[in-house]
């Protein structure tokens, strides 16, 4: 019986820690108090994502970015909120008329 080594190097080794084995990484769905603060963050922060995962202890910046682009902006539009200013869409589009 053979045994097939798996041979990372350090790059790897360092990125499977980062994004994998991390004890103190959290998994599964964002908590409702997660999603505010990063529409909280979003609103100063913009699309720097680094930056909000450091808020968000146990959290990946390229998670938070997939998160929002999948439902907390659809979720602010359904609330009548431009996810790009945080203002309200109908006061968005006066402006763009104008």
């Known amino acids: 019986m053979t045994r097939a080594s798996l041979q990372r190097c350090g790059k790897s080794c360092r990125l499977r820690w980062i994004n994998y084995l991390r004890p103190d990484l959290k998994r599964g769905a964002f908590s409702q108090q997660e999603e505010n603060l990063i529409i909280e963050l979003h609103a100063v922060l913009s699309n720097r994502w680094s930056q909000i995962a450091t808020q968000l202890p146990g959290r990946k910046n390229n998670e938070i970015k997939n998160l929002w682009n999948s439902c ?3 979720k ?23």
Not at 77 to 90: E, N, V, Y
């Open 72 to 74: 907390i902006k659809k």
């Open 76 to 98: 602010l539009r359904q609330r009548g909120i431009d996810p790009i200013t945080h203002k309200p869409l109908s006061k968005v589009e006066k402006d763009k008329e104008t």
